[in-house]
């Protein structure tokens, strides 16, 4: 089995683990509604994604919907 040779000094330990912290989510606004929303993700709020319905959420949306599988 290997085996370290040596002894990894506090510095260095601490040096490797100077990268480690987590960092912060990133939230946006959506442009449709403002909600606050994950980059990159379907708004929970209204549904939308890139400037288009994607999943229905309520009753608005219902009538777009349709037309969009027409
Ligand atoms: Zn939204």
Redesign the pocket.
């Known amino acids: 089995m290997a085996v370290p040779k040596k002894k990894i000094s506090s510095s260095r330990r601490g040096k490797r683990r100077s990268h480690h912290a987590l960092k912060d989510n990133k939230v946006i606004e959506?442009p449709?509604?403002?909600?606050e929303?994950m980059p990159h993700h379907i708004?929970p709020?209204?549904?939308?994604y890139n400037n288009k319905s994607i999943i229905k959420l309520g009753k608005k949306d219902n009538k777009e919907d349709k037309k969009e599988q027409t």
């Open positions: 959506c449709n509604c403002g909600a929303k708004c709020s209204c549904g939308y």
